[in-house]
């Protein structure tokens, strides 16, 4: 069964940076597809970008500048860098995976981490 495991949420000021990680296991991922999305309160899941396992990076347009996708293939975890936080990046972020080439939205993901709180305080 594959699980995967959101690291490294936390408060910080507005302005400052954090890591997150994503610790997948259980399965084999050479055609998975690894995505991160976040809800801030009383707001719908948004989508904030994906990894093909072999590559293949896509960001939501409204964050690229800021916010960067990677992996390490041997350890199997996807990261999300954040940089230059703002208030409105206050939300739970969560990882998800799909054995296909998924995209954007939700319902294509089957697996998901259990979210990591961001607070960004400003």
């Known amino acids: 069964q594959v699980q995967l495991v959101e690291s490294g949420g936390g408060l910080v000021q507005a302005g400052g940076s954090l890591r997150l990680s994503c610790a997948a296991s259980?399965?084999?991922?050479?055609?998975?597809?690894i995505a991160w999305f976040r809800q801030a309160p009383g707001k719908e899941r948004e989508s904030v970008g994906r990894i093909r396992w072999r590559g293949g990076i896509y960001h939501a347009d409204s964050l690229k500048g800021r916010f960067t996708i990677s992996r390490d293939n041997a350890k199997n975890t996807v990261f999300l860098q954040m940089n230059s936080l703002k208030p409105e990046d206050t939300a739970v972020y969560y990882c998800?995976?799909?054995?296909?080439?998924?995209?954007?939205?939700?319902?294509?993901?089957?697996?998901w981490g259990q979210g990591t709180q961001v607070t960004i305080s400003s």
């Open positions: 998800a995976a799909a054995n296909r080439a998924a995209a954007w939205d939700p319902k294509e993901y089957p697996y």
């Open positions: 259980g399965g084999t991922f050479s055609t998975y597809t």
